[in-house]
């Protein structure tokens, strides 16, 4: 069964620090990679979406890709308070194109 | 404005009922996804939809119903034969099966 792995938390992170969230895959053929963020009670919207292996960087986000290791991260720089939520990670079967989701890292950023 | 929306916000069900969530877009995506969210737990697939007329069931289809008759709008039945349909659901849409998907505000449903 094709499974994606994140830590539930919550990660509490201090104000101004480097959050790391992480996530594993089981299905090599993984093609497309997907960071989205989700507020209590809200939908998901996307931070970011990586292909290729290494960094790819938007503003105070910067993704990273390892398809040997199969796993896949997310930074985020002087975090702020409001990147508190829950990081849903989701990734592309090779096969059937359907997402598959992890059930999200909660993250604090304490003031 | 282009988007995604989904009617109604909050929605409660008394056993036995079917009840309909509505999903429309306007972003011309050829896509679109329905998800169930459970607290604690991933997104989970319930249908999709690559083109109009045409649609395929996903992990959790039984107790479920859709249609796709027009490309702006992808309504989801919650049947009587759903035990256990009080959940957070979520329709998305991309602009084709391989790429980005975006999902509208979701529809909170509570059975009585």
């Known amino acids: 069964q094709k499974e994606v792995e994140q830590n539930s938390g919550p990660l509490s992170v201090p104000e101004g620090a480097i959050a790391s969230l992480n996530c594993t895959y089981s299905?090599?053929?993984?093609?497309?990679f997907f960071w989205y963020r989700q507020y209590s009670g809200k939908s998901p919207e996307l931070i970011m979406s990586?292909?290729s292996n290494g960094d790819k960087e938007d503003g105070r986000f910067t993704a990273q890709l390892n398809k040997a290791s199969q796993y896949v991260s997310l930074l985020i720089r002087d975090s702020q308070p409001s990147d508190s939520a829950t990081y849903l990670c989701?990734?592309?079967?090779?096969?059937?194109?359907?997402?598959?989701w992890g059930a999200g890292t909660k993250l604090i950023i304490k003031p | 404005d282009g988007g995604i929306t989904q009617s109604p916000k909050y929605l409660f069900r008394k056993e036995g009922q079917n009840v309909t969530l509505s999903c429309e877009q306007n972003?011309?995506?050829?896509?679109m996804y329905w998800y169930r969210q459970d607290p604690g737990q991933g997104l989970r697939l319930i249908y999709y939809?690559?083109?109009?007329?045409?649609?395929q069931k996903g992990d959790i289809a039984e107790g479920y119903s859709v249609s796709r008759e027009k490309k702006e709008s992808f309504p989801l039945t919650v049947t009587s034969a759903q035990k256990n349909p009080t959940a957070f659901y979520l329709c998305?849409?991309?602009?084709?099966?391989?790429?980005?998907?975006?999902f509208g505000p979701g529809t909170r449903l509570t059975v009585l």
């Open positions: 998305a849409s991309s602009q084709d099966r391989t790429d980005t998907q975006y």
């Open positions: 972003l011309n995506h050829d896509a």
């Open positions: 939809s690559q083109i109009v007329n045409d649609f």
């Open positions: 299905d090599r053929v993984s093609q497309s």
């Open positions: 990586i292909y």
């Open positions: 989701a990734v592309n079967q090779g096969s059937n194109y359907q997402l598959i």
